[in-house]
């Protein structure tokens, strides 16, 4: 871990949604120790600051894939970033998913919008090595069509159950249509012997795990990933608390167990 930027320069980019886009970055010198799904890195847009990304795939010839919204003027500069242009990295921050703890149990991950770029390294690495798990069920939510992510790639990951289901209808849509919490009626798993892997929109979040809460799977074992605002990354300035946690040092991932009592506090 470093606090220092390191330099990364954009070798690939392409776009996910109208407004997202994924960088693919490799290390101009000395790169950064290396990242677990579910962690993130400060990511520098120079001239305009540095915002947290979780990492949206950890390529296994190297360097790092983030993925970005353009809502700001730091993201905004990140989305505009063009092949060659050079960033700045800190990190590796935060606490991973810990797919290793869930070996001989049925995985369920369940992504709301952009929230599936945290959660492609996961499921990459169940689809890539599936005999350690039972069975593995993804579950993509978006608000329409076109925000929905890695279309093409969702339709190749062979080895789970995929559902996928918009909240709003377009022309041409053919797929589900209603909340993301829908398709665990379609889902296969065995409630007390799943692990389950969450990330959107923190009222996605929430009633996500209500309902596996409902069908028996247990609070420890329903791993989200909660955002809050985060600046220094290293526990210090506060500005990331969500009551006793600090989410750049204890989380972003957290147990059920953990966030439920603290979620639904008005004030936090």
Request: hydrophobic fraction near 45%; include cysteine; aromatic fraction near 6%.
């Amino acid at each position: 871990m470093t606090g220092v930027p390191v330099l990364y320069r954009v070798v690939a980019r392409w776009a996910e949604t109208p407004d997202t886009a994924t960088l693919r970055l490799e290390a101009v010198g000395e790169p950064l120790p290396a990242f677990v799904p579910g962690q993130f890195a400060m990511v520098w847009a120079f001239g305009r600051g540095e915002i947290p990304l979780s990492v949206s795939a950890l390529p296994t010839t190297g360097g790092l894939a983030h993925t970005v919204r353009g809502v700001g003027a730091v993201s905004d500069g990140l989305y505009a970033a063009e092949v060659g242009d050079v960033l700045g990295l800190r990190g590796p921050y935060g606490t991973g998913w810990e797919l290793e703890k869930a070996v001989g149990q049925d995985l369920l991950v369940v992504a709301g919008g952009i929230g599936l770029a945290p959660l492609r390294p996961l499921i990459r690495d169940a689809v890539a090595c599936p005999k350690p798990y039972g069975r593995l069920n993804v579950l993509v939510g978006a608000r329409t069509p076109d925000d929905l992510m890695a279309k093409i790639e969702t339709r190749q990951w062979s080895t789970a159950f995929t559902g996928v289901t918009v909240d709003r209808t377009a022309a041409g849509w053919a797929g589900r249509v209603g909340v993301v919490t829908q398709l665990l009626d379609d889902a296969r798993f065995a409630p007390d012997n799943t692990t389950a892997f969450v990330c959107g929109p923190e009222p996605m979040i929430r009633a996500s795990a209500r309902d596996l809460l409902r069908r028996g799977v247990p609070g420890d074992r329903i791993r989200v990933s909660l955002e809050r605002n985060m600046r220094c990354a290293t526990g210090h300035c506060g500005h990331c608390q969500l009551g006793p946690l600090l989410l750049c040092r204890d989380g972003p991932v957290v147990t059920w167990t953990q966030a439920e009592p603290l979620l639904y506090v008005r004030e936090l």
